[in-house]
């Protein structure tokens, strides 16, 4: 459902001025202080919008609120541009009436950002499709490209439009925009030559040196540095929060956007350069033979540069500086200039460059957006013009801006009452005549043809003779003297001569927003805006097609000789165009208004904006406005909203609506004279009257909204209470369904519980009655066994008894027999006889006892350990020592079957086990080794027959060793041999001798206690043999060739034993040196044999595996 809302609901403040009460300027201002202070930044009059200034972004410009004011009337919501934006394009969409949108006020205020939210509204709403975004689009970028031009930085605005701007858009039937057509008015273009302090000039100069990229500024011949420009103010020549280079990039990105070419920019960006390069021409004078200074160029660097920037000669421009050249009827004068001159002549090129720069790029725009369709457009026009000004010194330009909103405000006047009439007329109310102030004559003093001030200054531009500003001001004087709006001191009706707030050289003029005083200087120069024909000329001359275009004056084929109009004479003519335009169109104000001077959000002063109140007629907009009748309603909103007010009307009204509010206003009993029925809408006079209406319906809608609360309530708790009940019904049926349930489960567990039990006690008895059975069976087998058993062991006992009985009988009876044999035989018994039975008995058992044992003898081997048990314990000596001779006799037995050699085999392991056993580890392993003694088989082999031959005794241990290199403790091969006397070494391949030692020479052998072989041979100190020192070898038998070492030594006679050491650490004598060899358990180097190694002098060390 469409919710119906209206301007009048949540009001701060009022919001529409009309329904102001009192109405006094000072109830205005509060009002819109308050409304400021509440972020509500538009106020209505009417359908006038106030605009304030935020001076800070609001969140009510977006898309959320273009949908929400999209198709709703204008006092449904609360104020917004979007309520205007909307009804103007609706009523161009839906009515045909061309729309045209006024915004005005002072610098600041915030025109141009209106206007944007306008246009962005419109784009926002009307169609869209591929085409139509593409015209939106180049509509809304024609913006910062004019901006960047036409904009620049002043003390009230650091983004102010130093331009008039009006733009036609262009809509066909369906409001698609097809195009526009954008207009400029009057560029502030003394800027360009000078700014006043604080302010800067265009941001395009800026932008460029900012924004352009190196290649750019070297192809415009321009530095980047503001300082090296004369026509750049440097005070402010950054904008905070302004970035300039960013600003350039949209520039270019914008003008891309609407159309122009590469080129084009190209060349746009060279004037620009050139104007820049033009403020850096300097001057100089020259004096002249007729006396008269002549200005020259003082440093032609930077014209060179222009000159080629733009392709002009330069001798035609350095000339252009320095003569004027005037025609009149076929006659050419020329003359020189003065420096003076000629920096006037500069500026005013400048200025001129500038300007044409600025038409031309706004001629291009609208070739660019240019509506194509030929069919009839439907046309909403967006002025964005200068508002009033009045500052400290007013100028030419204050007074044609002025001027400008003069008109603005006639039309302003014109269009509301006309409207408003047209609006009684319509509603066939009658008219009354309403009284305010008309400014046409204000008007007609600025512009009137004949004694207009415009029309005068003309006259005088054109007069010939000495002209000034002074005969212009005379001519006022004397003209206009009578007129009520125009102040002088020197008037000819002589009311102002003792005014000393009106100087000698100004006038003052009342406008209709108050008097601005303006100085006559520079009106004349300014009017004529004059540029000297050869500069014109010059730059006709240019190389640059851009150029030619804008100068076309400077065409020698098109010489005219006539003046060109004066400033005020276009600016007069194009006001009137587009007054007339505008009267065409059914206007939509917005009156911007700005809170400061500071620019900034949040503060409100009164005395600033009670000014710009003032001047822009908005209290006169308001009488105008409630002069007949201060609001009005269409009937059907209007019932709609009161129609709780009366009986007969509430909540429904079948009839016509118009009966209704006439019922509803009888009702009230308002006078009648508050109020007029128009055709479709009701008139009220007075504020008050809505205001009661408001009242009264504020307080029905408590009431109302009292009653809807009591019905609903109610509705609310009988819906509840049912709900509950429903809720009862069906909890208490589920919980009767889980009682039943309940009680129906214990019924079934205490049947089955009874049932177990009965069964339980009836399976009980049966069981009991088996079980009885079964012991009754049990027990009659029992006793019938116990009967069997009592008769069979009574039947065993008889037997037994009976048994014992006949035993003992036989041993009475032989008892008997013996005492009956002793008692005959005692007297053929010897006394001693039990000794011999003892002997005897003894003799037997002996007996027994060793024909047992030659039965159970062991076997003959002396490791057998078996031998017979003795059968009684008084044997016991006797078995160990016959089991003891039984052992040495076997042994002897076994020894007995030896031979000589054999045995001399076995006294030599005897001796090996006394010499080595558990002291070197490699004894163990040897004990089953057969100590072979010849190892070489030196007899048989051919190789050794000499070496057996030079050993004439026999040889009792042949083999090889190694011996041990006392350098490096490396081995070399050796047959060791060992004969009764002595021990050889002999070379292993060819058998020959190298040491022969008799055994007395040998004191003692050295072995380790590890699993190595490595034995030391030490001989006597000062034998013959010990000359080369001692001996270190190594054998794979060296246990069998230390014992029979050791036997041999002790074999011999008149010898001491060879002395055995075994340590891990012993000195062996080498020649002259003694060296300790010692024995270290290591790892395994090269295999599982020892390895020997020289450390140093003094010390061979043997790395043993570990076992
Ligand atoms: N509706 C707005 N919301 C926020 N800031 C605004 C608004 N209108 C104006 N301003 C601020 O005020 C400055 C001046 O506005 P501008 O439209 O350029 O003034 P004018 O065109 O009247 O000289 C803007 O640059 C902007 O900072
Ligand atoms: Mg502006």
Request: glycine letters at 4%; a positive charge; charged letters at 30%.
């Amino acid at each position: 459902m469409e919710v119906k809302t209206s301007l009048l609901d949540n009001m701060i403040g009022v919001g529409d001025m009309v329904l102001l009460e009192p109405l006094s300027e000072e109830s205005f201002i509060e009002n819109l202080r308050n409304r400021f202070d509440h972020n509500e930044i538009y106020t209505y009059i009417g359908s006038v919008v106030i605009s304030m200034n935020p001076y800070r972004s609001l969140p009510i410009f977006t898309p959320e609120k273009v949908e929400e004011y999209r198709n709703r009337n204008f006092y449904e919501l609360s104020p917004h541009i979007y309520a205007l934006a909307d009804e103007a394009y609706r009523s161009l969409r839906d009515q045909d009436k061309d729309q045209c949108i006024l915004i005005t006020g002072e610098s600041g205020a915030g025109k141009t950002e209106a206007s944007k939210l306008v246009m962005s509204y419109v784009a926002a709403v009307c169609g869209k499709g591929q085409e139509v975004n593409k015209v939106k689009e180049q509509l809304l970028q024609s913006n910062p490209v004019l901006e960047a031009f036409g904009n620049a930085k002043t003390v009230r605005n650091d983004n102010s439009s130093r331009f008039g701007k009006y733009m036609d858009i262009e809509f066909d039937f369906k409001g698609d925009p097809l195009g526009g057509v954008i207009s400029n008015y009057l560029l502030e273009k003394s800027r360009v030559v000078k700014q006043p302090r604080g302010e800067r000039n265009f941001h395009i100069f800026y932008q460029l040196l900012s924004g352009a990229s190196d290649d750019t500024l070297k192809k415009l011949k321009l530095d980047r540095d503001f300082s090296k420009y004369n026509y750049l103010s440097l005070d402010s020549a950054s904008v905070t929060g302004l970035d300039d280079a960013a600003c350039f990039r949209t520039v270019r990105n914008a003008m891309q956007i609407v159309g122009f070419m590469e080129d084009e920019v190209q060349s746009v960006l060279e004037l620009v350069a050139a104007v820049l390069k033009l403020g850096n021409i300097e001057f100089k004078p020259e004096s002249r033979v007729n006396g008269f200074d002549e200005s020259r160029v003082k440093d032609k660097n930077d014209l060179k540069e222009m000159c080629e920037l733009l392709g002009i000669e330069q001798s035609v421009l350095e000339r252009a500086f320095s003569y004027r050249t005037v025609e009149a009827k076929m006659e050419k004068v020329s003359t020189t200039l003065n420096v003076s001159q000629a920096y006037y002549a500069r500026d005013a090129l400048a200025k001129n460059l500038y300007s044409r720069l600025f038409s031309w790029l706004v001629t291009r725009i609208n070739e660019s957006i240019k509506a194509q369709a030929k069919t009839r457009h439907k046309v909403m026009g967006v002025l964005d013009i200068y508002g009033f000004e009045i500052f400290e010194e007013n100028s030419f330009e204050q007074f044609i801006i002025n001027y400008c909103n003069e008109k603005l405000q006639q039309i302003f006047i014109e269009l509301t009452l006309r409207e408003e009439q047209e609006e009684y007329i319509r509603e066939d109310i009658e008219w009354t005549n309403i009284e305010y102030f008309n400014n046409a004559v204000i008007c007609d003093l600025i512009e009137n043809n004949q004694n207009g001030i415009l029309a005068m200054l003309d006259e005088e531009c054109l007069r010939p003779g000495t002209v000034t500003d002074d005969t212009f001001l005379d001519k006022l004087n004397t003209i206009c003297a009578e007129h009520q709006h125009f102040e002088s001191r020197l008037s000819k009706n002589s009311k102002f001569l003792t005014d000393h707030s009106l100087p000698h050289s100004c006038f003052r003029i009342q406008h209709y927003a108050g008097k601005v005083l303006y100085r006559v200087e520079g009106f004349v120069d300014k009017n004529n805006d004059l540029l000297y024909r050869d500069l014109s000329q010059a730059m006709y001359k240019a190389n640059h097609s851009l150029m030619k275009q804008i100068f076309p004056e400077g065409n020698p084929a098109k010489v005219n000789l006539k003046r060109p109009p004066t400033a005020g004479f276009q600016f007069k003519a194009s006001v009137g165009t587009l007054m007339r335009n505008l009267l065409t169109k059914n206007p939509n104000y917005i009156r911007c208004i700005k809170p400061n001077d500071k620019k900034a959000a949040h503060i409100f002063t009164d005395t600033l904006v009670c000014h710009q109140v003032r001047y822009l007629g908005l209290m006169e907009n308001v009488r105008v406005r409630r002069a007949g009748y201060a609001f009005r309603q269409m009937y059907e909103p209007c019932l709609e909203r009161y129609k709780m007010l009366c009986k007969q009307t509430w909540p429904h009204w079948r009839g016509p609506t118009r009966e209704g509010v006439e019922v509803l206003m009888t009702d009230l009993q308002i006078s009648t004279e508050e109020f007029a029925y128009g055709r479709s809408k009701i008139f009220i006079r007075n504020p008050r009257t809505l205001f009661f209406l408001e009242e009264k319906r504020r307080g029905c809608l408590e009431n109302l909204a009292a009653l809807i609360q009591k019905i609903y309530r109610g509705w609310k708790c009988r819906k509840h209470f049912l709900l509950l009940k429903k809720s009862q019904v069906v909890v208490a049926a589920w919980y009767r369904r889980y009682a039943q349930q309940k009680k129906y489960q214990k019924i079934k567990s205490s049947t089955i519980v009874m049932q177990s039990f009965i069964r339980g006690w009836k399976a009980r008895k049966i069981l009991r009655e088996l079980k009885y059975q079964k012991r009754c069976k049990e027990a009659v087998t029992t006793i019938a066994a116990y009967w069997h058993g009592t008769q069979a062991r009574r039947e065993l006992r008889r037997l037994k008894e009976e048994a014992r009985r006949k035993h003992a009988i036989a041993v009475i009876w032989a008892y008997w027999l013996g005492l009956k044999v002793r008692r005959e035989y005692r007297k053929f018994f010897r006394a001693h006889a039990g000794r011999k039975i003892y002997d005897f008995t003894i003799q037997r058992i002996m007996q027994k006892y060793f024909l047992n044992l030659k039965k159970t003898m062991p076997s003959m081997s002396p490791i057998d350990k078996k031998w017979p048990a003795r059968p009684y314990q008084f044997m016991e000596g006797a078995n160990t020592e016959l089991r003891r001779i039984f052992y040495l006799w076997r042994c002897k037995k076994y020894r007995s079957q030896f031979t000589e050699d054999k045995k001399a085999v076995y006294e030599e392991k005897l001796e090996a086990s006394e010499i080595f056993k558990d002291k070197k580890a490699l004894y163990p392993s040897s004990v089953s080794q057969p100590f072979k003694g010849d190892y070489v088989e030196i007899n048989k082999n051919p190789k050794y027959q000499k070496l057996n031959s030079a050993v004439e005794e026999k040889v009792l241990l042949a083999d090889v060793v190694n011996k041990i290199n006392r350098a490096n403790g490396k081995g070399s091969s050796r047959i060791f041999l060992l004969t009764k006397n002595n021990f050889v070494l002999a070379d292993q391949k060819t058998g020959q001798v190298k040491a022969s030692v008799p055994l007395p020479d040998l004191t003692s052998v050295s072995v380790s206690t590890q699993n190595d072989g490595f034995f030391a041979l030490k001989l006597k100190e000062g034998s013959a043999s010990a000359a080369k020192g001692d001996f270190l070898l190594s054998s794979d038998h060296l246990i069998e060739i230390i014992t029979k070492l050791h036997r041999a030594g002790t074999a011999m006679a008149d010898r001491e034993q060879i002395n055995i050491n075994i340590s891990d650490e012993f000195l062996v004598q080498f020649k002259q040196d003694k060296v300790c060899v010692k024995f270290v358990q290591g790892g395994p180097k090269n295999g599982n044999s020892a390895a020997c190694k020289r450390k140093n002098n003094r010390l061979l060390e043997v790395s043993v595996p570990s076992p």
